[in-house]
């Protein structure tokens, strides 16, 4: 079992940054794929970024490409986001989301066991 909590979203503007992070529970984190998706008005939840277990994997989608940066810390049992040139269209509440022994990337939502409650983040133009 895994307890995921999201943190760092806000208000920034157009071409700031901000850095999430999605702290989890348990001692078997460390064989956890972790994932970001994120949610905007009237929208489906959509993938955004994973990395694979080790940390040495990971995947985005064209949107963030060279933008964002997905990275782990297991000592610390915590994902980290790291979004630049962040745009209006990045405005969406974020998630992370976990499971265990991933051997390929998973973009759809329900591929993941566990979720975090969200951290809302706003672009203003």
């Known amino acids: 079992q895994v307890q995921l909590v999201e943190s760092g979203g806000g208000l920034v503007q157009a071409g700031g940054s901000l850095r999430l992070s999605c702290a989890a529970s348990?001692?078997?984190?460390?064989?956890?794929?972790v994932a970001w998706f994120r949610q905007g008005p009237g929208k489906e939840r959509e993938f955004v970024a994973d990395?694979?277990?080790?940390?040495?994997?990971?995947y985005y989608t064209d949107s963030v490409k060279g933008r964002f940066t997905i990275s782990r810390d297991n000592a610390k049992n915590t994902v980290y986001l790291q979004m630049n040139s962040l745009k209006p269209e990045d405005t969406a509440v974020y998630y992370c989301?976990?499971?265990?022994?991933?051997?390929?990337?998973?973009?759809?939502?329900?591929?993941?066991?566990?979720w975090g409650q969200g951290t809302q983040v706003t672009v203003s133009s």
């Open positions: 990395i694979s277990w080790s940390g040495g994997n990971t």
């Open positions: 348990g001692r078997t984190f460390s064989s956890y794929t």
């Open positions: 989301a976990a499971v265990r022994f991933a051997t390929e990337v998973v973009v759809t939502p329900r591929g993941y066991d566990y």
